[in-house]
């Protein structure tokens, strides 16, 4: 008998969560987080209604799902590059944000879903909001939240932030999502 490594429920499973994140990743991009219904997010990926519930009981979660995908993607592009210390290693950093940014430039489905989600979720309500505005230490070096006016001595100048790339810039993600 031959080996069943990699095949499976969780195999298979794995495979249709990857399929529904990217059509999610296409629909969100088009139309934004409430211009698409779970329907069409089924359709898309090619599963049954009841067969995205299984896997997603709700939008919310296909979201977080979607934004988790793109962090993961960018973490690491970052961790090739050896880029994870920019104040430390400065070069490496340098090439970790231009890994991403040309993984923007071959994925422009990403960016443009980041810029969808990102204006929607100025909106308390919106379910992705905690998500762009909450202060994360583990991404963000003392300075702060980039979203967050900066309060430590010799900050940059008013309304600019340091975010955990080590670059200045004005109301942009830390180097997590990395859009």
């Keep these: 008998m031959g080996s069943r490594a990699g095949r499976g429920p969780y195999a298979k499973s ?12 296409e629909a969100f991009a088009r139309t934004g987080f409430y211009g698409v219904t779970m ?11 009841t067969g995205l519930l299984h ?3 709700g939008k919310e979660d296909l979201l977080l799902a979607v934004l988790e995908f793109r962090t993961e ?3 690491r592009l970052l961790e090739a590059a050896g880029g994870r210390d920019p104040a430390g290693r400065p070069l490496e950093g340098l090439r970790g944000m231009l890994a991403v940014t040309a993984d923007n430039a071959l994925n422009p489905g990403l960016l443009e879903l ?3 989600i990102s204006g929607e979720a100025t909106s308390p309500d919106h379910p992705a909001h905690a998500y762009y505005t ?6 963000v070096q003392c300075m702060g939240n980039p979203t967050v006016p900066q309060r430590a001595t010799g900050a940059p100048r008013a309304g600019r ?6 670059s200045s810039a004005t109301g942009s993600r830390s180097a997590r999502t990395s859009w």
């Excluded at 909450?134 to 991404?139: C, Y």
């Excluded at 932030?161 to 080590?166: E, L, P």
């Design 14 to 25: 794995a495979t249709v969560r990857r399929r529904v994140v990217e059509a999610c990743v």
């Design 39 to 49: 329907k069409d997010v089924a359709r898309r990926a090619g599963i049954s209604y």
């Design 55 to 57: 896997h997603f009981p």
């Design 73 to 75: 993607q960018s973490a």
């Design 114 to 116: 980041h810029c969808v």
């Design 134 to 139: 909450q202060e994360r230490p583990e991404e």
């Design 161 to 166: 932030h340091t975010c955990s790339t080590g």
